[in-house]
């Protein structure tokens, strides 16, 4: 079965500050999604990895396959990047639905 | 309308009802999936289909019945729920090849009283 874990659960930090969310991942998956919550519940995929690192404007995915580890890191957090991430692994099968962490609830206080 | 749409995005129902909820993608995807998300839980995969056939029933109860009549359009129709069915339904889609992006729509949130 796969699974995938996910730390810090809370996360209270100052505007400006540097955001580290980390994932592990079982034997099974072969990559890993990147997802943000908003309040109302609406999800937007922010990164899908494979391997390596991945940057969009502030946000850097990064993985490690041997250690099965992924991190999502955000530089000069905002307000605005308050949500709930959520990183969820697949199998990298096709059609194939995901293994969901538990989610990581950022506050960025200004 | 662009990207993935659900309706209706709230719901409130009895433990007898019937209702359906519905998934449109305009994405030209041909997976899409069903996810459920409770309070205090994970999401989890209820549902996958494939070129419109099912390809993964996730353990879910048959009181929850999909159906996906094309590849554009997902329903999942809902009988005798309990309460503890309550929670946010998220429709996504995605193509077929692997490591693809699942876009999600804005979810449905069910109670069942």
């Known amino acids: 079965k796969n699974e995938v874990e996910q730390s810090p659960q809370n996360l209270t930090a100052q505007e400006g500050e540097f955001i580290t969310i980390n994932c592990s991942y079982s034997v099974g998956i072969s990559a890993l999604h990147w997802l943000q919550q908003h309040p109302g519940g609406g999800i937007v995929s922010l990164f899908m990895l494979s391997s390596g690192k991945k940057k969009h404007g502030r946000l850097i995915a990064t993985i490690n396959i041997q250690e099965k580890h992924s991190s999502l890191h955000i530089t000069a957090s905002h307000p605005r990047d308050s949500a709930v991430y959520i990183c969820?692994?697949?199998?990298?099968?096709?059609?194939?639905?995901?293994?969901f962490g538990k989610g990581t609830h950022l506050i960025i206080q200004p | 309308e662009t990207g993935v749409t659900q309706t209706p995005r709230h719901l409130v129902m009895g433990m007898t009802n019937k209702k359906s909820l519905k998934c449109e993608q305009h994405?030209?995807?041909?997976?899409m999936y069903w996810y459920k998300q409770s309070a205090k839980k994970p999401l989890e995969l209820m549902f996958v289909y494939s070129l419109e056939e099912r390809v993964e029933n996730n353990s879910v109860p048959s009181r929850f019945s999909p159906e996906c009549p094309n590849s554009s359009h997902l329903f999942l129709h809902l009988h005798t729920l309990q309460p503890e069915d309550s929670a946010l339904y998220l429709c996504?889609?995605?193509?077929?090849?692997?490591?693809?992006?699942?876009?999600f729509g804005p979810g449905t949130r069910l109670t069942v009283l």
């Open positions: 996504a889609s995605s193509q077929l090849d692997p490591y693809n992006e699942q876009f």
């Open positions: 969820a692994g697949t199998s990298g099968g096709g059609a194939d639905g995901l293994t």
């Open positions: 994405l030209g995807h041909n997976a």
